[in-house]
């Protein structure tokens, strides 16, 4: 088993992501609003770096989506390729991020 952590960078994608999800019988995923911590600190005037920071993140969103899974090994490949189908490439910058950490015990789980 693996947990699949994922940071949705666009949150207007959520619903596509979820349905393609559905559409291959994964289901169970817990969605949270999360905002980085770079977009945080660019709001913040006291610090010397933030011009710098502001510029590299021009990008108008103020938020994303963390996506967690519980997921057999077996379906970890799909999820990527679901991930990249309805976000894009996830090396392309501000296109969030995905990885998978062991599973050692779960209880609840009904997958």
Same mark, same amino acid.
């Not at 994303?64 to 679901?82: F, G, K, R």
């Given at each position: 088993?693996?947990?699949?952590?994922?940071?949705?960078?666009?949150? &207007?994608?959520?619903?596509?992501? /979820?349905?393609?999800?559905?559409?291959?019988?994964?289901?169970?995923?817990? +969605?949270? !609003? *999360?905002?980085?911590?770079?977009?945080?600190?660019?709001?913040?005037?006291?610090?010397?770096?933030?011009?710098?920071?502001?510029?590299?993140?021009?990008?108008?969103?103020? &938020?994303?989506?963390?996506?967690? /899974?519980?997921?057999?090994?077996?379906?970890?490949?799909?999820?990527?390729? +679901?991930? !990249? *189908?309805?976000?894009?490439?996830?090396?392309?910058?501000?296109?969030?991020?995905?990885?998978?950490?062991?599973?050692?015990?779960?209880?609840?789980?009904?997958?």
């Amino acid at each position: 088993m693996k947990m699949m952590i994922y940071v949705m960078n666009k949150p &207007e994608l959520l619903d596509k992501f /979820l349905k393609e999800l559905s559409k291959n019988q994964i289901k169970g995923a817990t +969605i949270l !609003e *999360s905002t980085g911590m770079g977009r945080k600190l660019a709001g913040n005037e006291d610090i010397p770096w933030i011009g710098s920071l502001k510029a590299i993140l021009d990008v108008p969103r103020k &938020e994303s989506h963390v996506i967690m /899974l519980a997921l057999p090994d077996e379906q970890v490949d799909l999820v990527y390729q +679901i991930i !990249e *189908s309805v976000a894009g490439d996830l090396m392309a910058p501000n296109s969030g991020i995905a990885f998978t950490l062991p599973i050692d015990s779960i209880k609840g789980y009904k997958g």
